[in-house]
């Protein structure tokens, strides 16, 4: 069965923490993604890669960056935690040619 | 870019009713149409999806249809039960080597016994 798994159910952190959130796929997928949810908007794109150590800004990356040093894991990184990026961050990949996406089960984050 | 405008945003059908959710697109290059279904404490799931070449797609009590012209695409569930009870939401995409999907905000379903 192929996953998306995301390290972390539940976080609590403290404002101006640095955060990591990891995501890790066994698809072979060279798609990945980082979503944040939020009640009312839906879900935006925050980054995304299309390749190894390739990194491409979403619709609100500001206070978030990633890293992807290996093709099935991509991070998203909270430099200094705000309580306005409390919030649930869903992980996705696809193949280059898609379509559609697999989702990982999402990490809900509170940043306190 | 594109825009996805979604409707309604929340949905109460009883079990046994049908549920339709619209969805609309700006962008007339797109042609890949997929829809997810969210369960509480989950990440969304693929449950159907409809390519600009098709016009309806059916899956047992789902089904999909799309309208180039008018630009929209619509979710239609039969037979409703309580586990179809979820957030659901339209995508779309332009494919072709740019398979980034742009979401609508989503659906509330609740299926009522």
């Known amino acids: 069965d192929v996953k998306v798994t995301q390290s972390s159910r539940y976080l609590v952190k403290r404002t101006g923490e640095k955060v990591f959130l990891e995501c890790v796929q066994d698809?072979?997928?060279?798609?990945m993604f980082w979503y944040r949810q939020d009640p009312g908007l839906g879900l935006r794109l925050i980054y995304f890669?299309?390749?190894?150590?390739?990194?491409e800004k979403g619709d609100i990356p500001e206070g978030y960056s990633v890293s992807r040093e290996k093709k099935e894991r991509f991070s998203l990184i909270l430099e200094s935690a705000s309580t306005n990026q409390t919030s649930m961050y869903l992980c996705a990949s696809s193949l280059s040619q898609g379509p559609g996406y697999t989702f990982g089960s999402g990490t809900r984050l509170t940043v306190v | 870019g594109e825009n996805v405008e979604q409707h309604p945003s929340t949905l109460s059908v009883q079990e046994g009713d049908s549920a339709v959710i619209k969805c609309t697109y700006s962008?007339?290059?797109?042609?890949?149409f997929p829809w997810y279904k969210q369960e509480l404490g989950k990440g969304p799931q693929l449950i159907i999806d409809i390519r600009s070449n098709v016009g309806e797609k059916k899956d047992q009590r789902i089904a999909v249809t799309l309208n180039k012209t008018a630009k929209h695409f619509s979710l239609h569930i039969t037979e409703t039960q309580p586990e179809d009870s979820a957030v659901y939401f339209c995508a779309a995409s332009k494919g072709a080597g740019s398979y980034q999907l742009t979401f609508g905000k989503g659906t509330k379903l609740s299926v009522i016994p």
């Open positions: 890669s299309y390749d190894v150590k390739m990194k």
């Open positions: 698809m072979d997928h060279e798609n």
């Open positions: 962008d007339s290059a797109s042609n890949y």
